[in-house]
């Protein structure tokens, strides 16, 4: 014997209520986790270069670039994609250990836009910069 009235489906219908939500929530989580590697991977290599630059006077602008695009950026496609700004301009960024080198390093955000569902419009910006005091000049 049956009580109370008929709930067949009634599993469904919660279920295609809830499935929206799921999937959001899912995806969300998935497109966080790829902009936090983007991201945690761009300060590494800015953290990389600037060390590379503080060295001293001898070390020149492609060793710089050479160890910002050695270091691993999680789901960038090429490394020749990311751009390299030094800061003071070289080849005079090391004069005395008083300096601070500045190293930023971007991607162009429209090609590494993220398809995020209902806010198609929205792109990320990667950048991040790295900095170090000069050590003491070579001689």
């Given at each position: ?9 009634a599993?469904a ?5 809830v499935?929206?939500i799921l999937?959001?929530l899912?995806f969300g ?7 936090f590697a983007?991201?945690q991977?761009?300060e ?6 600037a ?11 492609g060793?710089?670039e050479a ?9 960038i496609?090429?490394?020749?994609d990311?751009?390299v700004a030094i800061?003071?301009?070289p080849?005079d ?6 300096t601070?080198?500045?190293?930023t390093?971007s991607?162009?955000p429209?090609?590494?836009?993220l398809?995020?569902p209902?806010?198609?419009d929205i ?5 991040a910069s790295?900095?170090?005091?000069c050590?003491a000049p070579?001689?």
């Amino acid at each position: 014997m049956r009580r109370g009235g008929r709930e067949d489906g009634a599993s469904a219908v919660e279920f295609a209520l809830v499935l929206p939500i799921l999937v959001l929530l899912v995806f969300g989580i998935i497109t966080f986790g790829i902009v936090f590697a983007r991201t945690q991977g761009m300060e590494a290599a800015a953290r990389e270069g600037a060390r590379t630059a503080s060295l001293g006077r001898d070390v020149d602008v492609g060793r710089v670039e050479a160890a910002v695009r050695n270091t691993a950026v999680p789901f960038i496609n090429t490394q020749e994609d990311i751009q390299v700004a030094i800061t003071p301009s070289p080849p005079d960024w090391c004069e005395d250990t008083d300096t601070l080198v500045t190293v930023t390093v971007s991607v162009d955000p429209d090609e590494y836009a993220l398809p995020i569902p209902l806010f198609r419009d929205i792109t990320t910006s990667y950048e991040a910069s790295g900095t170090f005091r000069c050590e003491a000049p070579h001689e």
